[in-house]
Antibody
Framework: QVQLVESGGGVVQPGGSLTLSCAASGFAFSDYGVHWVRQAPGKGLEWEAYIRSDGSKKVYADSAKGRFTISRDNSKNTLYLEMNSLRVEDTAVYHC?????????????WGQGALVIVSS | ETVMTQSPATLSVSPGERVTLSCRASQSVSTDLAWYQQKPGQTPRLLIYGASTRASGIPARFSGSGSGTEFTLTISSLQSEDFAVYYCQQYNNWPHFGGGTKVEIK
């Protein structure tokens, strides 16, 4: 079955950097667009970034533009999110999410997420 | 940017009752609208896509309707396992979620 397992979360100071990874299995990773979606503690869902199946297109939410970089390594079935200039308001669980077959902008499988805490 | 607004924020309901949740888009998203259910400590689960198509394995008591800017998720008879937060999401352009509706026990 589809599995998405995030890693790399932790505590970082404001202005710091962190890179998240997501190991995918149970499906043809290189055939699907994938996303990062975050959820601050007790809050709603916020889409952050998307990368096309072959990595040729990347799109970011305004909150991520200029600070976050999404990338993927299809040979390793792994998705990444490099986060720089982190702010307190970036504190959240970051989920790796697979795009659906019919529409890459529809989310059909979610990872459990990696917790990022930005605090001094 | 298409802003999604859900109402109400919280709904107190008794088991067996019919529940209607609303979602409004700031501009037309056609029928590119999905609903997700999230229980505490769990990841969101896709319930409805295309505004009215149930995802695989979703019980028939869940139904969706609407197009353009106004959408509704209806649960015909609320079961104990349905108490959760429900989010709508448009995918007509880059994804945006509504703020969620919490369905709680009355």
């Amino acid at each position: 079955q589809v599995q998405l397992v995030e890693s790399g979360g932790g505590v970082v100071q404001p202005g710091g950097s962190l890179t998240l990874s997501c190991a995918a299995s149970g499906f043809a990773f290189s055939d699907y667009g994938v996303h990062w979606v975050r959820q601050a503690p007790g809050k709603g869902l916020e889409w952050e970034a998307y990368i096309r199946s072959d990595g040729s297109k990347k799109v970011y939410a305004d909150s991520a533009k200029g600070r976050f970089t999404i990338s993927r390594d299809n040979s390793k079935n792994t998705l990444y999110l490099e986060m720089n200039s982190l702010r307190v308001e970036d504190t959240a669980v970051y989920h790796c999410v697979k795009g659906a077959s019919g529409s890459n902008l529809l989310f059909d499988h979610w990872g459990q997420g990696a917790l990022v805490i930005v605090s001094s | 940017e298409t802003v999604m607004t859900q109402s109400p924020a919280t709904l107190s309901v008794s088991p067996g009752e019919r529940v209607t949740l609303s979602c409004r888009a700031s501009q037309s998203v056609s029928t590119d609208l999905a609903w997700y259910q999230q229980k505490p400590g769990q990841t969101p689960r896709l319930l409805i896509y295309g505004a009215s198509t149930r995802a695989s394995g979703i019980p028939a008591r869940f139904s969706g309707s609407g197009s353009g800017t106004e959408f509704t998720l209806t649960i015909s008879s609320l079961q104990s396992e349905d108490f959760a937060v429900y989010y709508c999401q448009q995918y007509n352009n880059w994804p945006h979620f509504g703020g969620g509706t919490k369905v709680e026990i009355k």
